[in-house]
């Protein structure tokens, strides 16, 4: 089991940046996939981006692809998310999940630990 705790959200105009964080606290997070979801208010978790264990591979949903760019540093057990030309339908709240396994997870049920979640506003 591993804790997660996200930081890096906040309010920033459209076409700005942000980096969220997200450290981990437990013993199998070097071997666990990683991914950044989000949720805007009436809709359903969405994966924006995943990354294996060793950040070999990644995954970007369409609608970030470009934009966005996951990464980890698994010595200081922190997975990160550079978010770059935010525009307001990325607004949400961002969520860190761990994997039950060490590589790409693509499905909600593959993740077995979450974050509290931090909010992104971006305004128009």
């Known amino acids: 089991q591993v804790r997660l705790v996200e930081s890096g959200g906040g309010l920033v105009q459209a076409g700005g940046s942000l980096r969220l964080s997200c450290a981990a606290y437990?013993?199998?997070?070097?071997?666990?996939?990683m991914g950044w979801f989000r949720q805007a208010p009436g809709k359903v978790h969405e994966l924006v981006s995943a990354?294996?264990?060793?950040?070999?591979?990644?995954y970007y949903a369409d609608s970030v692809k470009g934009r966005f760019t996951i990464s980890r540093d698994n010595a200081k057990n922190t997975v990160y998310l550079q978010m770059n030309s935010l525009r307001p339908e990325d607004t949400a709240v961002y969520y860190c999940?761990?994997?039950?396994?060490?590589?790409?997870?693509?499905?909600?049920?593959?993740?077995?630990?979450w974050g509290q979640g931090t909010q992104v506003t971006v305004s128009s």
């Open positions: 990354i294996s264990w060793n950040g070999g591979s990644t």
């Open positions: 999940a761990a994997g039950r396994y060490g590589g790409l997870m693509l499905d909600i049920t593959e993740y077995a630990d």
């Open positions: 437990g013993s199998t997070f070097r071997s666990d996939g």
